[in-house]
């Protein structure tokens, strides 16, 4: 992977928002493939204690976003054109584990997928589609 493109993503990560509101953290980040870890809190479950898919959602969209972005050149970006997720078993535990993948880069579209573990356990799976954009910079 180029340096500069991971700079860049290292770069974007630490100064983005919601990223950070999340408290992800890239452990991984290659071309094609970024891990992190997202702490968990009590305001992201639901009634019953487990966590909401809606926050497994926004990590999935996440990781496999950023996956599609480590295969960009330095003058584009991605937005998310399409994301599936599938709730495989219920989140408990105090840590989610991410992992993303780029499957299938193209030039106007990349086709990503993330699974998302929790205790060592496969909680979720998920594909998106993501456009290769000029930045509205």
């Known amino acids: 992977m180029d340096q ?36 968990l809190h009590d305001e992201q479950r639901q009634y019953s204690g487990v966590i909401h898919g809606g926050v497994l959602a926004a990590l999935a969209d996440t990781i496999a976003g950023f996956a599609a972005y480590t295969m960009l050149p330095l003058d584009r970006d991605v937005l998310t054109a399409e994301l599936k997720i599938s709730f495989l078993r219920a989140a ?17 579209l990349h086709f990503c997928e993330c699974e998302i573990y929790c205790d060592d356990k496969l909680v979720s799976k998920s594909s998106g589609t993501f456009c290769v954009v000029h930045p509205q910079i």
């Open 92 to 108: 408990w535990g105090e840590e989610l584990i991410a992992k993303g993948y780029v499957v299938k880069p193209g030039r106007h």
């Open 4 to 39: 500069e493109v991971k700079e860049r993503l290292i770069s974007r990560v630490n100064t983005n928002p919601y990223v950070n509101h999340l408290g992800i953290d890239f452990t991984v980040v290659e071309e094609g493939r970024v891990e992190a870890r997202m702490p």
